[in-house]
T-cell receptor, first 114, second 113 residues
Framework: NAGVMQNPRHLVRRRGQEARLRCSPM?????VYWYRQLPEEGLKFMVY????????ESGMPKERFSAEFPKEGPSILRIQQVVRGDSAAYFC????????????FGPGTRLTVL | KNQVEQSPQSLIILEGKNCTLQ??????????LRWYKQDTGRGPVSLTI?????NTKSNGRYTATLDADTKQSSLHITASQLSDSASYIC????????????FGQGTTLQVKP
């Protein structure tokens, strides 16, 4: 049973471009969470999704950021018109059922905005 | 405001020594508390999970304690190894939230030979 997979592991974008981060949860997990870790800071919650639904997006910046978890395929975190301040590690986690279950983290995507 | 504070921010110890990391939280109501280990360049990996009714939980050389009255937790590492060098993160689950974790800043531990 493969763990949570994220790709790409490293992503470099120039200011103004779009970044797409992908997360494939563990098999059998229907809950996905996205977190952001800025340099020298702790992880911060961004969004919680179930299949085809956004449950809690209270941590998402109001503009340029969006997330989806379609019926088929991975969850996508999309950042439009990236700025230097978006440079961070973005982690995805998944859990099987109830949100209180332990979350398993992926290896992260390190986004660098030039 | 729901917060998780960890101390010390960083710690250097010699291989074979013990150490204790601290976590204070103000999250209420509280569901459970978790300690994660995060190696450089990797995602966090769970070490222990404790509910408010549990005082102590061990996982190999790692022992976590919880005092729900004072809202304090500690992670004790026994007989440290070089592979223990990592960031240790205290995470608290707010019982009113559907899975949203509140993270501490982490303690960076460096074990030297």
């Amino acid at each position: 049973n493969a763990g949570v997979m994220q790709n790409p592991r490293h992503l470099v974008r120039r200011r103004g471009q779009e970044a797409r981060l992908r997360c494939s949860p563990m098999k059998g997990h229907s809950h996905v969470y996205w977190y952001r870790q800025l340099p020298e800071e702790g992880l911060k919650f961004m969004v919680y999704l179930q299949k085809e639904n956004i449950i809690d997006e209270s941590g998402m910046p109001k503009e340029r950021f969006s997330a989806e978890f379609p019926k088929e395929g991975p969850s996508i975190l999309r950042i439009q018109q990236v700025v230097r301040g978006d440079s961070a590690a973005y982690f995805c986690a998944s859990s099987p059922q109830l949100a209180d279950n332990e979350q398993f983290f992926g290896p992260g995507t390190r986004l660098t905005v030039l | 405001k729901n917060q998780v504070e960890q101390s010390p921010q960083s710690l250097i110890i010699l291989e074979g020594k013990n150490c204790t990391l601290q976590c204070n939280y103000t999250v209420s109501p509280f569901s459970n508390l978790r300690w994660y280990k995060q190696d450089t360049g990797r995602g966090p990996v769970s070490l222990t999970i404790m509910t408010f009714s549990e005082n102590t939980k061990s996982n190999g050389r790692y022992t976590a304690t919880l005092d729900a009255d004072t809202k304090q937790s500690s992670l004790h590492i026994t007989a440290s190894q070089l592979s223990d060098s990592a960031s240790y993160i205290c995470v608290v689950i707010h019982s009113g939230n559907t899975g949203k974790l509140i993270f501490g800043q982490g303690t960076t531990l460096q074990v030297k030979p």
